[in-house]
């Protein structure tokens, strides 16, 4: 018989800290925190120290630590200060400026240090944002690589979490970040940095760091959490609390020693003194970790499953039994054996891991189960879990770190600047440049531009100290003010010794590759691509592949110009897939590639330039705030053309750009030989032209395939909530994936909205329209903006048409040129209609009740309707024998 325990990661410290009864030990001087230690209370205002109640460490205010005096400091609502437990709680740090906003904690350059951050919301800002319902989270960086995220959604205003990552400092300093991921504003209420013991953890190192899972003692305990003075570097063990049978707690007075030498993790003797074993009637128990629901949204969210953390767990054992019979035991994880035939030592501790040995697609499941020959049972004293900390990323020169920091302070500069200047890419500093060509060195900085910065002050020697710098913008963009006691670039350069050569005047030339593509387009070089983009002056775009500029050519046709953030083909995934599609295929549904720049300095893809963005910011209405496109179409909006660049889509405009989406992969499929698969279809990569005619983009994750066999793909490419089930877990391609993408878009065009989002959990977009219209009809899933102006029975046919593309298995999904024939039918059915409106006396358009026989779509199909029950699974009736409705539809 098996008996669990589970625990959960990030428990809520609220109630956990009120059962704290701490004794100080008789040692410690009273207010003053061990060496090692900063406790930092952020948002306190009011003083400037004070000491905890429990502990007696000494917190302070965080305003010297976070960089550039950004965020505002909150006290949490005057209902939840009276139900803390602590000053901690009640006051906060929030950011609503900036993606990323940073704490610089000081450090002893490659010594290791625990850093756990805390989070008491309290509803600061009484949006009551963590109990709504609506998601709220943002991101948690160490240094400039991912540690967690924080998942406060569906959580309780008065609850504390908090996150633990242990680390090794590589410099004087170690920054923590808070990322916006734009479901929420980050806010931090603690930071704790612990100084570890140099023995401790032996597998960490400048490219290993661990996240904390989870952290628990055994055996009959009085505190639910256990930390400082009992544990001296402040770490805290949640107790497991497995007080009833069959579990029997075990204890002794006795001490419990270490082996010599064994310093790996220094677990308090205290915790050691305690144990948990099981009755003599059973002869195994599971410890297993579990997440909570918010955290597993998330992880669907970011497309992460647990399963896909690389774990370490670590066990700690002294058989404290105290009699010489024999205790042995087998480990596994998830039925896997790890640790065979275990002996815990009498009254040692032994610490029992795979020596940093990380495990990879394994659950969080762990059995401890008697040998037959063993005379008693399993019993464990404590339990770790960790998950490793991915560097990829590495940090700016350490030399430019310096050199920025020089500059910013000597300028007071307010511009956002945190963190690293030059990594995560997606995070680097507003207005610089850097080199990241060789991608196991640290990335250099080679531009600054502090146009319009309105600096004043002459120019700092740390300017001239930066090896790689090549260009430098010092001119304020304000005219008519002068940028009074700044050098020109001239000046700078010839102070940087570049040969007297300005950034203008440079021969990029030289850097131009040899090897041609051997491809029937244009190749632009990097001095044209100046002339066509003025200066790369108009950015249309951004995103984590690079920038998009507005140029125009010669003959005064407009062009994207897509500048990659790779500067070399072997750097670049999407380069080479995207220009031999392109390059290929010619189509009026597919964006159209002019050329290519291939330079050292720069690679670039020219397109045709599509004015009115893309689909999905149409849908949602935000074309104020379009990141793509966005400037060039308020230019035209303001224009006389104002009302043909009206945001909002009628229903006859929707079909029509579902129909030109469906002929361009449609085309892909069936003229290109081997089919093209572009494996990313989404409504960000349909573009729209000045008329609306749309056009599938981004060929970048596009693959051949040939339909004699499937394509086996060891990566599953693609974006969340768009992904194809079946190639998910067979990673098998076929033309099918594009289908099921391209169902999800149908659905988006009937909605409005997103393919994943809040009501009030995660909700994927197929079944939400399932729920809506079991528990009502198919008006209440239509977007609002259409004001019931449509024909009911072309929208049920559409939304058919989408849970057709939407079935699981691929096979029973119709084709795309299924899927353009029932568009073509509905498009002409939908104008025709509207010019018969136009031409007779002016009425509104009937809208017929989803209940009505669907005459319409009878007509076409010869197939009665197909309903959707409570499990969201399809079912048919009528004469159509089993077979599909948009196989009848093609006669097949």
């Not at 300093?173 to 401790?200: H, Y």
């Not at 310096?402 to 200047?421: A, H, I, L, Q």
């Not at 050292?600 to 045709?608: F, H, I, T």
Request: glycine residues 6%; hydrophobic residues 35%.
């Amino acid at each position: 018989m098996v008996i669990s325990y589970s625990c959960t990661a990030g428990t809520k410290l609220a109630w956990i800290l009120s059962l704290l009864l701490i004794l100080v030990a008789a040692t410690q001087v009273h207010g003053v925190s061990p060496g090692g230690f900063l406790n930092i209370d952020c948002g306190l205002t009011n003083r400037s120290t004070y000491n905890d109640t429990d502990t007696t460490l000494t917190y302070v205010s965080d305003t010297e630590f976070v960089e550039g005096g950004n965020g505002k400091s909150y006290d949490i609502m005057a209902q939840y200060i009276a139900d803390a437990t602590n000053e901690q709680e009640k006051t906060l740090r929030s950011f609503p400026d900036g993606q990323r906003n940073c704490y610089t904690l000081p450090t002893n350059s490659s010594k290791k240090y625990l850093i756990r951050a805390t989070f008491t919301y309290g509803n600061y800002d009484g949006l009551n944002s963590s109990e709504k319902g609506s998601l709220f989270l943002f991101g948690l960086h160490i240094g400039v690589n991912f540690w967690a995220t924080v998942n406060l959604t569906n959580w309780g205003s008065s609850d504390t979490m908090y996150k633990e990552v242990i680390t090794v400092a590589p410099d004087k300093f170690i920054s923590v970040c808070l990322i916006n991921l734009g479901s929420g504003t980050p806010f931090v209420s603690t930071l704790d940095l612990r100084e570890l013991d140099g023995a401790m953890f032996p597998f960490l190192n400048l490219s290993v760091s661990i996240s904390h899972l989870a952290r628990q003692r055994y055996g009959s305990v009085d505190d639910y959490i256990t930390r400082y003075p009992t544990d001296p570097f402040d770490r805290f063990w949640e107790a497991a609390l497995r007080y009833k049978f069959p579990f029997l707690n075990m204890t002794t007075n006795q001490d419990v020693t270490k082996l010599p030498g064994n310093d790996d993790f220094q677990v308090p003797m205290p915790i050691l003194q305690k144990a948990s074993t099981i009755s003599s009637n059973f002869s195994e128990f599971n410890v297993s970790v579990i997440f909570p629901d918010n955290m597993k949204n998330i992880d669907n969210i970011n497309n992460i499953d647990y399963r896909s953390l690389e774990l370490l767990p670590i066990f700690h054992f002294a058989d404290i039994g105290g009699n010489n019979q024999n205790r042995t035991f087998d480990i596994y994880n998830d039925g896997n054996l790890m640790f065979p035939n275990y002996i815990p030592p009498l009254f040692r501790a032994e610490s029992t891991y795979q020596s940093g040995k990380f495990l990879r697609k394994r659950g969080l499941n762990f059995t401890l189960r008697k040998t037959p020959s063993s005379e008693l049972q399993p019993l464990i004293n404590a339990f770790e879990v960790y998950s490793l900390v991915h560097t990829d990323n590495l940090t700016t020169s350490p030399d430019d770190v310096d050199y920025m920091k020089e500059v910013k302070k000597y300028y007071s500069y307010t511009r956002n600047w945190n963190g690293d200047p030059c990594s995560p890419r997606e995070y680097s500093w507003q207005g610089l440049a850097c080199d990241y060509a060789n991608g196991n060195k640290n990335p250099r900085i080679t531009r600054i531009n502090l146009s319009a910065s309105g600096l004043i002050g002459g120019l700092h020697i740390a300017f001239m100290k930066m090896a790689s710098l090549e260009n430098f913008d010092s001119s304020c963009g304000i005219p008519p003010t002068p940028c009074t006691g700044l050098y020109p670039l001239e000046a700078v350069l010839e102070r940087l010794e570049f040969a007297g050569k300005s950034a203008e005047q440079e021969d990029y030339s030289i850097y131009e590759e040899e090897a041609p593509l051997h491809i029937d387009i244009k190749r632009f070089t990097y001095a044209e691509l100046k002339l066509i983009t003025n200066n790369f002056q108009s950015i249309i775009g951004k995103g984590g592949f690079g920038t998009v500029y507005h140029g125009i050519l010669e003959n005064n046709d407009e062009v994207a110009v897509k500048v990659l953030v790779e500067t070399s083909i072997a750097e670049s995934k999407d380069f080479l897939p995207e220009v031999q599609t392109l390059s290929k295929v010619h189509h009026k549904n597919l964006v159209t590639l002019v050329g290519y720049c291939q330079n050292r300095k720069c690679l670039a893809l020219v397109y045709d330039f599509m004015p009115r963005g893309n689909l999905q910011q149409l849908l949602r209405g935000d074309i104020e705030n379009v990141w793509t496109y966005g400037h060039r179409y308020r230019e035209l909006r303001s224009s006389k053309q104002d009302s043909r660049y009206d945001s909002s889509l009628n229903w006859e405009e929707r079909l029509h750009i579902a129909l030109d989406a469906a002929q361009g992969l449609e085309y892909l499929h069936e003229s290109c030989s081997p089919s093209i698969v572009h494996r990313d279809v989404k409504t960000p990569n349909i573009l729209l032209d000045k008329n609306l005619v749309a056009k599938i983009s981004d060929f970048g994750l596009s693959r051949a395939f040939n339909a004699a066999h499937t394509h086996i793909s060891t990566v599953v490419a693609g974006t969340l909530g768009y992904l194809d089930p079946e190639y998910h877990a067979t990673f098998q391609l076929t033309v099918k994936t594009d289908v099921y993408s391209f169902g999800i878009v149908l659905l988006e065009i009937v909605t409005g909205q997103p393919p994943v989002f809040m009501d009030p959990q995660t909700v994927h977009l197929p079944n939400w329209v399932r729920q809506k219209i079991d528990k009502g009809s198919i008006h209440d899933v239509v977007d609002k903006k259409l004001l019931d102006q449509y024909d009911a029975t072309h929208l049920q046919t559409v939304i058919d048409l989408a849970m057709n593309c939407l079935e699981n298995a691929s096979i029973d999904r119709p084709s795309m040129t299924e899927v353009v024939s029932v568009l073509k039918v509905l498009f002409t059915v939908a104008v025709s209609s509207e010019k018969r409106s136009v031409t007779s006396t002016p009425q509104e358009k009937n809208v017929m009740d989803a209940d009505i026989p669907r005459q319409f779509h009878l007509m076409i199909s010869g197939a009665t309707t197909t309903s959707y029950d409570n499990e969201g699974s399809s079912s048919q009736s009528g004469p159509t024998g089993g077979m599909s409705e948009i196989s009848y539809i093609s006669g097949r």
